[in-house]
């Protein structure tokens, strides 16, 4: 199956969710991937691709480095092999390498092509589309980077096969999510489908994917609607850097802060009650986490103003109206905010 995404700026792209075909390249080819991925398909990888000139850039694995001396190292590759502004690069592996990957080619002699080839649900379904790049530093997550969008994502739900069931399920909590937000029918779809069956989760990937090129396409640079796509990271970020990025996985922050979402728009007399409920226990079939033990309300609530979304000290929220629709707003009150979190004591 076939998604093209189309963006302001006349460009697109074609999302590509099928066994992989060859992939044939007039140019050199330089494939980033880590030491995890490889192991398991840098030969299905190669086997596939025609390039004029192809290697591979091996980074450690792991969000923690994702940072800048790790592009650095990308790029110096680059350099040593010669690549021109003609030459591109493959991500080939979860979120981090699609990152980091997109922003070391957003740069590399001011800009090159590169080809997103996901290999976790995460970045199947939510990070490989789009074109947000970048690293992490000192500061915070994803602080530094561009927009820059891939010119194809392959999408082959095979490299599935070998991921841990934690990182499937942190996918899925971005699949709701895009449910949620958007698309109440994709919603009851999942309420009675099996992802764990190969062929519903190759259309769940397709439907996530729809669903976030169709918002990247009305808002490249999120500046509007795309923002609802942090529905539940407002308080999945918090989350995250309460426990020090140890203890969940961002998809399952992700689920916990949905959650709380969701407690907060029931109580400003959005979303019902058994709405709310029929997505917790969406979650729950998948062991995603829905619990969270707050230590300090205060400080949880402090917290929000160190994410980069409220620099201008204004808390962005994304609560569901009702499945399928949501509002993103600055207009809660802080009573409100409070109320939800005591609600997670
Ligand atoms: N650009 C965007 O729009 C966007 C959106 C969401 C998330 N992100 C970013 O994505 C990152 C998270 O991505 P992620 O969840 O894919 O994490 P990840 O890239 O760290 O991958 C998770 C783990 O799975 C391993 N792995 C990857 N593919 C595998 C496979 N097929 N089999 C076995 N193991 C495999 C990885 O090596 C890693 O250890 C974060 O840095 C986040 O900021 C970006
Ligand atoms: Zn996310």
New binding site residues.
């Given amino acids: 199956m076939i998604v093209n995404i189309k963006l302001p700026n006349n460009t697109s792209y074609d999302i590509t969710i099928d066994t992989l075909k060859e992939l044939s390249y007039e140019r050199k080819v330089v494939i980033v991937t880590?030491p995890?991925?490889s192991g398991?398909?840098l030969d299905y990888l190669m086997n596939k691709i025609k390039a004029s000139e192809l290697s591979v850039v091996t980074i450690p694995?792991?969000?923690q480095y994702?940072h800048m001396q790790t592009i650095e190292s990308i790029l110096e590759h680059c350099f040593e092999h010669r690549l021109n502004r003609k030459s591109l690069l493959i991500a080939f592996?979860?979120?981090?390498?699609?990152?980091m990957t997109?922003f070391a080619a957003s740069i590399y002699q001011r800009g090159i092509d590169f080809v997103q080839v996901?290999?976790?649900?995460?970045?199947q379904v939510?990070?490989?589309?789009?074109?947000?790049?970048?690293v992490?530093n000192k500061f915070g997550?994803?602080l530094v980077g561009a927009f820059h969008q891939p010119i194809a994502v392959n999408i082959d739900p095979y490299?599935?096969?070998?991921?841990?069931k934690r990182?499937f399920g942190?996918?899925i909590a971005?699949i709701v999510k895009m449910a949620v937000t958007f698309n109440k029918e994709f919603f009851e779809w999942l309420e009675n489908n099996d992802l764990n069956d190969d062929e519903n989760i190759k259309i769940a990937i397709a439907k996530s994917v729809e669903t976030k090129a169709w918002v990247v396409s009305q808002d490249e640079k999120e500046n509007g609607i795309r923002a609802a796509l942090n529905y539940g990271h407002t308080f999945g970020h918090v989350i995250e850097n309460e426990t020090n990025y140890d203890t969940y996985?961002?998809?399952e922050a992700v689920g916990i802060g949905m959650v709380m979402a969701n407690n907060l728009a029931v109580r400003i007399g959005y979303m019902s009650e058994d709405e709310a409920q029929r997505v917790k226990q969406l979650l729950e079939k998948y062991d995603i986490p829905t619990t969270y033990s707050i230590k300090d309300v205060e400080d949880f609530y402090e917290h929000f103003f160190l994410d980069k979304k409220s620099l201008d000290n204004k808390i962005k929220f994304i609560v569901p109206k009702s499945i399928g629709d949501c509002e993103i707003t600055s207009a809660i009150s802080k009573q409100d905010v409070i109320a939800t979190l005591k609600d997670f004591k």
């Fill in positions: 880590n995890t991925v398991f398909h694995d792991g969000e994702k592996g979860g979120g981090v390498i699609g990152d997109g996901p290999t976790t649900l995460l970045s939510d990070a490989s589309v789009g074109g947000k790049t970048g992490n997550k994803n490299f599935l096969t070998t991921l841990p990182e942190a996918g971005e996985l961002h998809g």
